[in-house]
């Protein structure tokens, strides 16, 4: 690799190279030798780094060129320059990408050029730059190998997948060091769990955090709150979680109640749960400059808010009108923050919504701004490493949601749930995401659809979307059908704003409303399946949503397969995104498939016709795979667990794996050994299934039955053993009961 000196690069110049474990190499390039600085930040997980060796000279068949060019002055700081470089690479014929986040497009990154700058962007379109998230990892992949590449730098990147040269992979920075880290697997799904080794996994979220969520902008005042709450319950329409957005709050001051609005917020919260709904209140970065204000008076004293360059405070204007805010850079303004937070949570919060925080900032006419955001020259602590927020911005996001996380851990034997729109790789450990400010539009469903598998291509599972759209009026068959894209995502909310019309599943006739109640109980009939599967990501970083592009990514049959993903390994998600549509064409995966509502069984490797029925998600359940079915509830745990169906279908698969996971559902005493891992394991011999299962755990649930329910074998079975006796089955119609589960079925069939 050549430098070229007329660019002023120092004399000295080394490129660092680690070697780290799950097959992954690193590149460190700083102009200033500082190689001995680790991330100050929660990017990387530290116990994975180890001592690396200086090296002169690199040459890497991927990124064929480093070179710096341009320097130019940081406005912060007259004595010292950062340049900005660029990465370059020749892209293949067969080459495509994934990954980068939040990205409004399909999937295949080739000839796009995207942008990680987090910014504010409302009613964003197909394709728009940048949007609200930063996470620089993408996974590149040809007919016979995958590559993943995670570059840690804060400052502005833009990566040029050929857009401006279709031959050319062009990465800029607008400064930095350059710290790479390139990451070998057998498969894009192996990258992306290698991936979350080094930036960290979520940790199990509460139950209740992953049924259905409803949200407005408002539910304001008090009275509007407890309509909602009591529709829901009077409709039978299962819900846990109700929103508060920025109309609680006393003039949009955060750590602040409207009294007038909310003049108990303890009593109203008590009774919120007393009818099984948690409360999810937002929270913003601004500080309202106020001298009559406790908040704004206690940072400027402390000194905690961001500064200008002659160590004034930073200004902006958002909702409270103009503000001052926290450096979340800075360890003891995250201290001054958890001390806020636990102070909230007294009211009975179960969780917090962290928003606007790329920083967002509102256009005024008295403030001279080249963009919705802090200027670049504005001050951040970075540790005590004085740096800007051209180098801070992009990860303001995720330390606020950090700082916010924190808080929430200081209740006792409570899984937080924190939600945040602005991230940055790592910020997966501390928050759930949604897409932003999105549209009630059917190209805003299939964008959606997009965003959600990108997401969880980025390390980013725990995601979903406003379901409806936040800007504009679905109608009935729109809102529906994102219901029954969204009932697979794991984070599950509907969320609109009060410019438009009510959002809520009863808002558009007794037609649609019978429909939309249909669609969330069946999130709470596979709710027990979603958090099984949520449990393995927190342990492998496996992503939740695998989309069938990078799941059989050598096949050139499914390389423009974008629409369709699977739910952990037993769910084939068939998003509906056109309207008017009884049945959709799909080329199907390797596998035998059953359908949720008739049971018809679908072979894969084919083209098929999928019927699509209203009354249930459009998904396939993979054959050998079994699917735990719980009963419906309004909300998690208003009645115990005591009956579990496993539903499972005949599959041509010599050997299966799947497994079901159970706890207490919130706090950790699963990190003690109680819980429940019950694995099953299908082999096929031929004229013989046999079914070993084998459970895992201390934890005991109260299940008085467990009922069988096979798929596809109709034709097949002559005879049943459970355990060595004889059981008698009539139809796929019927059911097979145990009172306790057993170790071992077999299942004979006809020659």
């Given at each position: 690799m050549d430098l070229d000196k007329q660019f002023n690069i120092p004399d000295v110049f080394e490129v660092s190279v680690q070697n780290l474990p799950f097959v992954i190499h690193r590149i460190r390039v700083d102009p200033s030798n500082r190689y001995s600085l680790e991330p100050t930040f929660p990017i990387l997980n530290s116990n994975l780094l180890f001592t690396y060796?200086?090296?002169?000279?690199?040459?890497?068949?991927?990124?064929?060129?480093?070179?710096?060019?341009?320097?130019?002055?940081?406005?912060?700081?007259?004595?010292?320059?950062?340049?900005?470089w660029e990465l370059?690479?020749?892209i293949e014929n067969n080459e495509t990408f994934y990954g980068l986040g939040d990205k409004a497009v399909s999937l295949n990154l080739r000839g796009r050029k995207c942008i990680l700058w987090g910014t504010d962007t409302y009613a964003f379109g197909y394709g728009n730059e940048p949007?609200?998230?930063?996470?620089?990892?993408?996974?590149?992949?040809?007919?016979?190998?995958?590559?993943?590449?995670?570059?840690?730098?804060?400052?502005?990147?833009?990566?040029?997948?050929?857009?401006?040269?279709?031959?050319?992979?062009?990465?800029?920075?607008?400064g930095g060091p350059i710290d790479i880290f390139i990451l070998h697997g057998d498969s894009p799904l192996d990258i992306i769990s290698?991936?979350?080794?080094?930036?960290?996994?979520p940790e199990l979220p509460p139950l209740w955090a992953l049924g259905y969520h409803q949200s407005k902008w408002s539910y304001s005042p008090e009275s509007k709150l407890r309509h909602v709450a009591n529709k829901l319950r009077e409709l039978k329409i299962p819900c846990d979680c109700l929103y508060l957005d920025i109309d609680y709050m006393r003039g949009y001051r955060i750590f602040t109640w409207d009294k007038r609005r909310f003049p108990d917020p303890a009593n109203m919260i008590h009774d919120m749960n007393q009818q099984g709904f948690k409360i999810v209140a937002i929270l913003d970065p601004g500080v309202k400059i106020d001298k009559n204000y406790f908040l704004y008076n206690e940072g400027l004293k402390k000194n905690l808010f961001l500064k200008n360059p002659d160590n004034t405070p930073a200004t902006g204007p958002v909702w409270p009108g103009y503000c001052h805010f926290p450096d979340f850079t800075s360890k003891e303004a995250r201290l001054w923050w958890e001390e806020h937070i636990v102070n909230l949570l007294k009211t009975g919060l179960s969780g917090l919504w962290n928003d606007m925080n790329e920083i967002a900032l509102f256009n005024k006419n008295?403030?001279?701004?080249?963009?919705?955001?802090?200027?670049?020259d504005i001050l951040m602590s970075f540790e005590g490493n004085t740096a800007t927020f051209a180098e801070g911005h992009n990860i303001y996001g995720m330390m606020m949601s950090h700082a916010t996380y924190a808080g929430l851990k200081h209740i006792s034997n409570k899984r937080p749930f924190v939600l945040t729109r602005s991230t940055f790789s790592g910020g997966q450990e501390y928050a759930a995401v949604w897409t932003g400010d999105n549209v009630a539009s059917w190209e805003h469903l299939k964008i959606a659809n997009y965003q959600c598998q990108n997401l969880a291509i980025s390390g980013f599972s725990f995601t979903g979307s406003d379901i409806g759209g936040f800007v504009g009026n679905p109608d009935g068959e729109l809102f529906c059908r994102w219901l029954q894209l969204a009932v697979f995502h794991p984070f599950f909310r509907t969320h609109s704003s009060k410019d438009f019309d009510a959002q809520e599943p009863w808002s558009f006739g007794e037609k649609w409303t019978d429909i939309a109640r249909s669609i969330i109980e069946w999130r709470y009939k596979i709710l027990g399946y979603i958090y099984s599967v949520f449990k393995e990501h927190t342990e492998t970083g496996k992503p939740i949503l695998q989309p069938i592009i990078l799941k059989y990514w050598k096949d050139q049959r499914y390389r423009r397969h974008y629409d369709n993903f699977m739910l952990g390994e037993a769910l084939l998600a068939i998003p509906i995104t056109e309207p008017g549509l009884n049945s959709v064409d799909i080329f199907l995966p390797p596998g035998v498939y059953y359908c949720l509502n008739t049971y018809k069984v679908y072979y894969g490797e084919t083209n098929c016709q999928i019927p699509i029925y209203w009354d249930t998600p459009p998904a396939l359940l993979r054959g050998g795979y079994v699917l735990p079915i719980w009963p419906i509830q309004q909300y998690v745990l208003e009645k115990k667990i005591e009956s579990v169906e496993w539903w499972l279908g005949y599959s041509n698969e010599a050997f299966v794996q799947s497994y079901y996971y159970m706890d207490e559902f919130d706090g950790y005493n699963y990190s003690q050994g109680d819980f429940q891992k019950v694995m099953f394991s299908f082999e096929n011999r031929g004229h013989e299934i046999h079914i070993y299962i084998h459970s895992e755990g201390n934890y005991c649930p109260e299940i008085k039955s467990y009922k069988l329910k096979l798929l596809g074998f109709d034709l097949k079975i002559t005879s049943i053993k459970v355990d060595n006796m004889n059981v008698i089955y009539k139809n796929e119609s019927s059911y097979i009961t145990f009172n306790s589960i057993p170790k071992h079925i077999i299942i004979c069939l006809k020659s």
């Amino acid at each position: 690799m050549d430098l070229d000196k007329q660019f002023n690069i120092p004399d000295v110049f080394e490129v660092s190279v680690q070697n780290l474990p799950f097959v992954i190499h690193r590149i460190r390039v700083d102009p200033s030798n500082r190689y001995s600085l680790e991330p100050t930040f929660p990017i990387l997980n530290s116990n994975l780094l180890f001592t690396y060796h200086k090296v002169s000279n690199l040459s890497e068949q991927h990124f064929e060129q480093i070179q710096y060019f341009s320097y130019h002055l940081l406005e912060s700081d007259e004595t010292e320059k950062c340049p900005r470089w660029e990465l370059n690479h020749k892209i293949e014929n067969n080459e495509t990408f994934y990954g980068l986040g939040d990205k409004a497009v399909s999937l295949n990154l080739r000839g796009r050029k995207c942008i990680l700058w987090g910014t504010d962007t409302y009613a964003f379109g197909y394709g728009n730059e940048p949007l609200y998230k930063n996470i620089p990892f993408f996974i590149q992949t040809n007919e016979n190998q995958c590559i993943g590449f995670f570059i840690i730098n804060t400052f502005k990147l833009t990566f040029d997948f050929g857009h401006t040269n279709p031959d050319q992979l062009k990465i800029t920075g607008d400064g930095g060091p350059i710290d790479i880290f390139i990451l070998h697997g057998d498969s894009p799904l192996d990258i992306i769990s290698i991936y979350t080794k080094i930036t960290g996994c979520p940790e199990l979220p509460p139950l209740w955090a992953l049924g259905y969520h409803q949200s407005k902008w408002s539910y304001s005042p008090e009275s509007k709150l407890r309509h909602v709450a009591n529709k829901l319950r009077e409709l039978k329409i299962p819900c846990d979680c109700l929103y508060l957005d920025i109309d609680y709050m006393r003039g949009y001051r955060i750590f602040t109640w409207d009294k007038r609005r909310f003049p108990d917020p303890a009593n109203m919260i008590h009774d919120m749960n007393q009818q099984g709904f948690k409360i999810v209140a937002i929270l913003d970065p601004g500080v309202k400059i106020d001298k009559n204000y406790f908040l704004y008076n206690e940072g400027l004293k402390k000194n905690l808010f961001l500064k200008n360059p002659d160590n004034t405070p930073a200004t902006g204007p958002v909702w409270p009108g103009y503000c001052h805010f926290p450096d979340f850079t800075s360890k003891e303004a995250r201290l001054w923050w958890e001390e806020h937070i636990v102070n909230l949570l007294k009211t009975g919060l179960s969780g917090l919504w962290n928003d606007m925080n790329e920083i967002a900032l509102f256009n005024k006419n008295d403030m001279i701004q080249t963009q919705r955001t802090l200027n670049n020259d504005i001050l951040m602590s970075f540790e005590g490493n004085t740096a800007t927020f051209a180098e801070g911005h992009n990860i303001y996001g995720m330390m606020m949601s950090h700082a916010t996380y924190a808080g929430l851990k200081h209740i006792s034997n409570k899984r937080p749930f924190v939600l945040t729109r602005s991230t940055f790789s790592g910020g997966q450990e501390y928050a759930a995401v949604w897409t932003g400010d999105n549209v009630a539009s059917w190209e805003h469903l299939k964008i959606a659809n997009y965003q959600c598998q990108n997401l969880a291509i980025s390390g980013f599972s725990f995601t979903g979307s406003d379901i409806g759209g936040f800007v504009g009026n679905p109608d009935g068959e729109l809102f529906c059908r994102w219901l029954q894209l969204a009932v697979f995502h794991p984070f599950f909310r509907t969320h609109s704003s009060k410019d438009f019309d009510a959002q809520e599943p009863w808002s558009f006739g007794e037609k649609w409303t019978d429909i939309a109640r249909s669609i969330i109980e069946w999130r709470y009939k596979i709710l027990g399946y979603i958090y099984s599967v949520f449990k393995e990501h927190t342990e492998t970083g496996k992503p939740i949503l695998q989309p069938i592009i990078l799941k059989y990514w050598k096949d050139q049959r499914y390389r423009r397969h974008y629409d369709n993903f699977m739910l952990g390994e037993a769910l084939l998600a068939i998003p509906i995104t056109e309207p008017g549509l009884n049945s959709v064409d799909i080329f199907l995966p390797p596998g035998v498939y059953y359908c949720l509502n008739t049971y018809k069984v679908y072979y894969g490797e084919t083209n098929c016709q999928i019927p699509i029925y209203w009354d249930t998600p459009p998904a396939l359940l993979r054959g050998g795979y079994v699917l735990p079915i719980w009963p419906i509830q309004q909300y998690v745990l208003e009645k115990k667990i005591e009956s579990v169906e496993w539903w499972l279908g005949y599959s041509n698969e010599a050997f299966v794996q799947s497994y079901y996971y159970m706890d207490e559902f919130d706090g950790y005493n699963y990190s003690q050994g109680d819980f429940q891992k019950v694995m099953f394991s299908f082999e096929n011999r031929g004229h013989e299934i046999h079914i070993y299962i084998h459970s895992e755990g201390n934890y005991c649930p109260e299940i008085k039955s467990y009922k069988l329910k096979l798929l596809g074998f109709d034709l097949k079975i002559t005879s049943i053993k459970v355990d060595n006796m004889n059981v008698i089955y009539k139809n796929e119609s019927s059911y097979i009961t145990f009172n306790s589960i057993p170790k071992h079925i077999i299942i004979c069939l006809k020659s």
